[in-house]
C-alpha cells in the first residue's frame, strides 16, 4: 500500500532529491508538488521544480506555484548555498513539465479532496503555503495524514546562531501548522547533518548511470563547494530528502514525541525551534522529532529511487 504525498518545497539542490527521491520510491505515490518562495525567489523555485521532474522523466505530477513570501516577514533567500538561480551547477534545460494554473493552495485542496487516502505533505522549505492551506481551508485538515517538515533544529542554527534557514524565514507559518492539531514531523538539522554528500555517497549515486544521477552530480559539486565555502562543510548535508524517508522508509529515521514550540518576538532568536525532550515546561507534547538516522540505509534508498527515474 503506497502513501500519497504532496511536496512543498523550494528547490534549491536537497529539494530536488527530496522530489526525486518521493517520485522514485515504490513506497509513496506522489501527487502534486508546490513551490514556495525560500532558497531562491517563488520564480526560480517553481522552475526549478518544474526541471527537476523533467530532467527525472516525472510528467504526469502537476507543479503549482504558491506563496513568494513568508506570511509577515519579508523573504530571505539563500544564493549564497544554492546559487543566483537556485540550482547552480548544472546547465538547466528547459522544463518540460508544464506550470499548473493553480494556485499551491488549489491544488492541494484539490488533491485533498481527490484523494480517497489521507494524503502526506512533506515540505521542505519555509512552511508559508501549508500555513495558508490551514488558515483557508480548515474543513481539509482533517484530510491531511500528517505533516512532514525539513526544519529547524534540536540544537543550533544554521542560518542564525540559533534559527535554521526554513524556520527563520516563516516562523509564524510554523507556529499555526503546530496549533492545527495535524500531526507534525519535524526533521531537523540536528539529523539532517548526518546526511552528508561524501566522495563515496557521490561515487553511490553516480554509478546509477542514468541521466538524473548525472544531472544530481553536477548539481552535488555545486552543493558541496558552496558548503564548503560557507560552513567549512565540503561534504553538503543533503537536507531535505531526510523528510521525505520518514515516510518512504520509516525505519530509517528515529523520531521521538515530544513538545515543540517556535520563537516569534526574539530579536537575536525570531526562529528558534525549541525542543524540550526533557519535558522541563511540562507542556503537552505536540510533535515528533528526528533523533537519529540510518546514514547507510537513507543513502541506499536514495540510490534506489534515482535509479528508477530516468
Ligand atoms: O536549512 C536547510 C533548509 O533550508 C533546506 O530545506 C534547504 O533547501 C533550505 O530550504
Ligand atoms: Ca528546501
Known amino acids: 500500500m503506497t ?17 526525486w527521491l518521493a517520485a522514485g520510491h515504490p513506497s509513496l505515490d506522489l501527487l502534486a508538488v508546490t513551490t514556495v518562495g525560500g532558497n531562491v525567489p517563488l520564480e526560480h523555485t517553481t ?8 530532467v527525472a522523466g516525472v510528467t504526469d505530477v502537476p507543479v503549482a506555484a504558491g506563496a513568494a513570501g513568508p506570511l509577515v516577514r519579508p523573504l530571505q533567500t539563500a544564493e549564497w548555498i544554492h546559487g543566483e538561480n537556485g540550482l547552480g551547477g548544472p546547465e538547466l534545460p528547459e522544463p518540460t513539465v508544464p506550470l499548473d494554473a493553480r494556485t499551491a493552495t488549489e491544488l492541494i485542496a484539490d488533491t485533498l479532496m481527490g484523494s480517497v487516502e489521507p494524503v502526506a505533505v512533506i515540505a521542505t522549505g519555509p512552511i508559508t503555503n501549508v500555513a495558508i492551506l490551514l488558515r483557508d481551508r480548515p474543513d481539509l485538515a482533517g484530510r491531511i495524514r500528517e505533516i512532514v517538515w525539513m526544519g529547524g ?31 507534525f514531523t519535524m526533521v531537523g538539522l540536528n539529523v539532517t547533518h548526518l ?3 561524501t566522495p563515496a555517497v557521490r561515487r553511490q549515486v553516480a554509478a546509477v548511470g542514468n541521466a538524473t544521477a548525472a544531472f544530481g552530480d ?7 563547494r558552496t558548503n564548503d565555502e560557507v560552513f567549512g562543510m565540503p561534504d553538503g548535508p543533503l537536507h531535505d530528502p531526510v523528510a521525505v524517508a520518514v ?16 520563537e516569534l518576538l526574539g530579536v537575536e532568536t525570531a526562529g528558534a525551534t525549541s525542543v ?26 536514495v540510490a534506489a529511487s534515482v535509479a528508477r527515474l530516468a
Open 247 to 262: 515516510l518512504a522508509d520509516p525505519g530509517c529515521v528515529g523520531l521521538r514525541r515530544t513538545r515543540l514550540d517556535v
Open 47 to 54: 522552475r526549478n521544480a518544474r526541471i527537476a521532474l523533467s
Open 218 to 224: 553536477e548539481l552535488f559539486e555545486f552543493f558541496c
Open 195 to 197: 546526511a552528508l554528500v
Open 276 to 301: 524540550d525532550l526533557d519535558g522541563m515546561l511540562g507542556r503537552e507534547p505536540n510533535a515528533w522529532v528526528a533523533v537519529e538516522l540510518d546514514v547507510e540505509r537513507f543513502w541506499a534508498g
Open 3 to 19: 502513501i500519497p504525498v504532496i511536496i512543498d518545497c523550494d528547490p534549491g539542490h536537497d529539494d530536488v532529491f527530496a522530489l
Open 153 to 183: 533544529s534540536t540544537d543550533r542554527g544554521n542560518a542564525t546562531p540559533y534559527a535554521e534557514f526554513n524556520a527563520l524565514v516563516d516562523p509564524e507559518a510554523l507556529d499555526l501548522v503546530l496549533r492545527s492539531g495535524v500531526r
